[in-house]
């Protein structure tokens, strides 16, 4: 990742800096406009129909005053209310979030996996906490079918006989179909040379003259693991392997091992990924047979999010703030999500305690089903009409905020820092927190907009969205150690998605940071009065709206 971009305040983002509180208060709780039909009251299994966020899609140019310019978070004289949220947002109540969440998974098999008790518990609690706090939360159930992995061999049986290792050589993609074949390899247009650009696969064109019942071996490049694999099945190859491209791209992997996905639906033919290193062996390899034998199938998950309205705030102007609930089957899932969960959970209590006059409705979402492909975020967004999507003034995300080897990570909302800028008003977004952390003496850097959160849904429906992370796999650079300290070349996180992501596994320092900078971006945007997004501005955006990544796995 890049390093910190230049502070700036433009005209547009000052704005969004708040002056002292005093208004009136507006309490938390039941909004006879705010939950909008299509939410289940958590507990209720008899309702949960419509479309949440319908209500009034508002009218008119709302937000043409100006919410004021004071500096955040120097305190002097009468505190401002992201002061006082910030006083009352705690590491310590943090942690007793987190450290309920962990007992929720040791409890249940040792994970919060969406569709698991684990995940249940972990909702009854958010739950809860929210009800203390005066709100009403309601569960949005959803279903859908989670891919399931029974187990996978890939053998070469000539001209050498070789075991490959899961994990290590080659990984079964997700979502890959069932099957159990021995067959010659071909390779289908692969480049081995200089840049090593590849439309492998791409094409129905690439398979002329391949042998039906071969084993169609493709390299990464342009296009989709999904359409890779269709044309393979097309030109009647019996399974695939795709092997990373071993080009050289700035801040990615693209010889190591690949965590790919070919869509959403079992694939026709069994597909495996594989190392570079591994794909130019078996290219390289006259007369190579292997066998493959993946054991693969689906099952339907039942999930929910939870969504919590604050009472005050115009609903037709709701600032969604998110941060998924479930964790991955390997572990606990404490960092991520338990963190961004936790931080978004005590925001809005204290919130509800603090009590400002709110301008824009506040609406705390806990997603399911992130680890399986953003997929309670995205459901959400798809039961939006055009007026619910209008009346989303912006979405602010927090996945991992509180890694062990941490950087203070931002979303790169205007695109400066990777040439992929969010819808209008992301932007704004980025330097609220820019500013932020700037006059807290931290430092921070942009990331991408890579489509691995929950934001995704959002973006790709044109909604200004931003926010926070602390950084996963990734290893941090040298660059971002002297930047923010630890240990350059070692991950952000050693423990992502994995069985130690417990409560041990938290900067409990870098997690205080972090929640102050959630609770004071949530009530700046919910004090505003700004509009951040207009007419043809709010087309401006370069996010492609199909991203490299769904989730955690790469789609190309």
């Known amino acids: 990742m890049n390093t910190r971009k230049t502070l700036r305040t433009t005209a547009f983002a000052a704005a969004f800096l708040l002056a002292a509180a005093g208004a009136a208060p507006a309490v938390a709780g039941d909004n006879p406009r705010g939950g909008g039909p299509g939410m289940q009251q958590a507990g209720d299994a008899a309702a949960g129909k419509g479309n949440p966020g319908k209500a009034n899609p508002g009218k008119g140019n709302p937000g043409k005053g100006n919410p004021g310019k004071g500096n955040p978070g120097k305190g002097h004289g009468k505190p401002d209310a ?17 450290d309920a969440l962990q007992a929720a998974a040791d409890a249940n098999g040792g994970n919060r996996a969406a569709g698991t008790p684990g995940y249940e518990a972990s909702g ?5 906490q929210l009800r203390k706090a005066g709100y009403k939360p309601v569960r949005q159930p959803f279903s859908y079918e989670q891919f399931e992995l029974e187990s996978e061999t ?55 003259g391949f042998t039906p019942g071969d084993i ?57 990924s594989a190392t570079f290193a591994l794909g130019e062996e078996l290219a390289g390899t006259p007369g190579a047979v292997l066998h493959l034998d993946v054991a693969s199938g689906v099952r339907v998950i039942e999930s929910f999010n939870i969504l919590a309205d604050t009472r005050g705030g115009d609903p037709d102007r709701t600032v969604v703030v998110g941060a ?39 609406r705390f979402a806990f997603w399911g089903g992130e680890e399986d492909g953003l997929v309670g975020s995205e459901y959400y967004v798809s039961q939006l009409d ?34 992929t800028k969010g819808p209008a ?43 926070l992370f602390t950084g996963a796999e990734g290893l941090k650079t040298a660059e971002e150690a002297a930047l923010f300290g630890g240990t350059a070349g070692a991950p ?57 990544y769904r989730g955690h796995q790469l789609l190309k």
């Open 425 to 467: 008003g992301s932007d704004v977004i980025e330097a609220v927190f820019e500013d932020y952390f700037a006059s807290q003496n931290l430092t921070s850097a942009p990331t991408a907009f890579s489509g691995r959160s929950d934001y995704a849904g959002f973006i790709a429906n044109r909604i200004p969205a931003g926010g």
């Open 82 to 98: 992201s002061e006082k949220l910030r006083q009352k947002v705690t590491v310590k109540n943090v942690v007793r979030h987190l």
């Open 386 to 419: 055009a007026a619910g999507i209008a009346g989303t003034l912006l979405n602010l995300n927090f996945d991992m905020v509180g890694s062990p080897n941490f950087g203070r990570f931002i979303y790169d909302g205007d695109g400066s820092a990777f040439g």
């Open 324 to 362: 998924h609930l479930d964790s991955v089957t390997e572990g606990p899932g404490i960092n991520d999500n338990g963190t961004g969960s936790a931080a978004t959970l005590e925001t809005a209590v204290q919130l509800a305690k603090t009590k400002p006059a709110l301008q824009n409705r506040v």
């Open 154 to 208: 890939l053998e070469q049986v000539s001209p050498t006989a070789r075991t490959y290792t899961a994990g290590t050589d080659y990984s079964t993609m997700s979502y890959s179909g069932p099957g159990n074949v021995t067959a010659p390899v071909t390779a289908v247009d692969v480049n081995l040379t200089g840049d090593r650009a590849s439309t492998s696969g791409c094409e129905a064109a690439d398979f002329t």
């Open 124 to 128: 009854r609690y958010i739950e809860q």
């Open 492 to 548: 952000y996180d050693a423990c992502y998605h994995a069985e130690c992501d417990d409560i041990t596994n938290v900067n409990r320092t870098v997690l205080d940071q972090m929640s102050d900078a959630v609770a004071h971006a949530v009530v700046t945007f919910a004090l505003t009065e700004e509009e951040l997004r207009s007419g043809a501005q709010a087309r401006q955006q370069s996010v492609p709206a199909e991203s490299d």
């Open 216 to 272: 169609a071996l493709m390299q990464r490049g342009i296009c989709s693991f999904e359409i890779k694999v269709q044309n393979a099945a097309a030109a009647g190859a019996s399974a695939a392997v795709v092997f990373n491209q071993g080009n050289t791209v700035p801040g990615e992997d693209r010889t190591g091992l690949l965590n790919g996905t070919v869509g959403t639906q079992l694939s026709a033919i069994p597909a495996v």
